[in-house]
């Protein structure tokens, strides 16, 4: 079945604590991005990757962490730095170069900070 | 800067009349333009982009250069396009492929 795998799906979280949310893809896709959704503000770009061990920041980076060892792999780190972290997070990639810039979405990961 | 715009939270319509998502967006120079759709319990998955110029389950949408805007039609809601729709986009000319999302409609098709 091949696609993007996030997890864990459920997430809960103390305030002060790190964690590490997983995406993995078997699409052979070299771009990936993480994103943020929440209600009434749509998605939110934290980190995007075009090729393994390289990442840039997106439009909310602060208090994120992210890693591309492997090119199926793009974990996102929440550290306790990020002010608000309850979110849905999303994780994406893209294949196609030449530019059509069409997404594949991850089914997503919940946190939610106690 | 990018900035996409959907004036619309929620849409209410029953089945079988025209829905009508608008979507305006800022951006000097020459975009892409997407609609994506999330089903309940579903993953956001693309519906249709504006270089297509195709239609995808009913749904079209033209891009409107002179008034910035792509909004999305469909002449007879069904009650499975009840969904949260996102209009996106995304600069030809940014070869790292990212999208500006609009903040979402949720569209409700009552029968």
């Known amino acids: 079945d091949g696609g993007i795998t996030q997890s864990p799906k459920y997430l809960f979280r103390k305030e002060g604590q790190n964690v590490t949310l997983s995406c993995e893809q078997n699409?052979?896709?070299?771009?990936m991005y993480w994103y943020r959704q929440d209600p009434g503000q749509g998605l939110r770009l934290i980190y995007y990757s075009q090729i393994v061990n390289d990442f840039q920041k997106g439009d909310i980076a602060e208090g994120y962490s992210v890693s591309r060892e492997k090119k199926e792999s793009f974990p996102l780190t929440v550290t306790s730095a990020q002010k608000n972290p309850t979110a849905f997070y999303l994780c994406?990639?893209?294949?196609?170069?030449?530019?059509?810039?069409?997404?594949?979405f991850g089914a997503g990961s919940r946190l939610t900070v106690l | 800067a990018q900035r996409v715009t959907q004036p619309e939270k929620l849409l209410s319509v029953f089945k079988g009349a025209p829905v009508e998502l608008k979507c305006n967006y800022s951006y000097s120079g020459s975009p892409e333009l997407f609609w994506y759709v999330q089903y309940s319990r579903q993953r956001l998955q693309l519906l249709l982009r504006?270089?297509s110029r195709e239609s995808i389950k009913g749904f079209t949408a033209d891009l409107n250069k002179g008034e910035t805007s792509f909004h999305l039609k469909k002449p007879f809601a069904q009650e499975e396009d009840s969904a949260m729709y996102y209009c996106?986009?995304?600069?030809?000319?940014?070869?790292?492929?990212?999208?500006?999302f609009g903040a979402g409609t949720q569209v409700v098709v009552t029968p």
């Open positions: 699409l052979n896709h070299d771009a």
């Open positions: 996106a986009l995304s600069a030809r000319t940014d070869s790292w492929g990212k999208l500006q």
């Open positions: 504006h270089i």
């Open positions: 994406a990639s893209r294949g196609d170069r030449a530019g059509a810039n069409v997404l594949t």
